[in-house]
């Protein structure tokens, strides 16, 4: 049913939930995880303040956080008894739903399981929703986990 089930993660603690909701859904699926990091740069770079430049040592400093993001999320599937394959994978365009889906369809996933703060009005306009857009576009069926409140 979902063999492959594709699991956004950012460290949050709203990813935290889709995560331990992921691995449920592979316990009883019998379904193998896939934890995706996106280092985001354009997202860090447009929240910069004026005249801060990324440097090499910022995008030094994004990989080894999204690098311990992806480690401490296997940590969690592990000690669950499960297994998982990890990506990082670093963005210089688009936005990460569309990069999600991207990698979703690359890996044959069968289900994208995701965290969302499920943000209304105002805080949805001004945040954009990952979520959202990934429900929108995806080819398989999504999993939203929301956040606590």
């Known amino acids: 049913m979902y063999e492959k089930i594709l699991v956004p993660v950012d460290g949050s603690p709203t990813s935290l939930r889709g995560l331990h ?9 019998g379904g193998r995880l896939k934890l995706l990091h996106v280092v985001d740069e354009m997202s860090f770079m447009t929240g910069l303040e004026a005249g801060v430049a990324m440097t090499t040592e910022i995008l030094q400093l994004l990989r080894e956080g999204g690098e311990k993001v992806v480690s401490d999320a296997l940590a969690e599937v592990r000690a669950a008894g499960l297994d998982a394959d990890t990506e990082l994978f670093e963005s210089y365009a688009g936005r990460v739903s569309d ?15 995701l965290g969302t703060h499920g943000r209304r009005g105002v805080g949805r306009m001004l ?23």
């Open 99 to 113: 990069l999600v889906i991207a990698k979703a369809q690359e890996w044959g996933a069968r289900l994208i399981v």
């Open 21 to 29: 909701e992921a691995i449920q859904v592979a316990r009883l699926s």
């Open 127 to 149: 945040l954009g929703s990952d979520a959202e857009q990934i429900v929108r576009l995806s080819p398989v069926p999504v999993l939203l986990v929301r956040g606590s409140a």
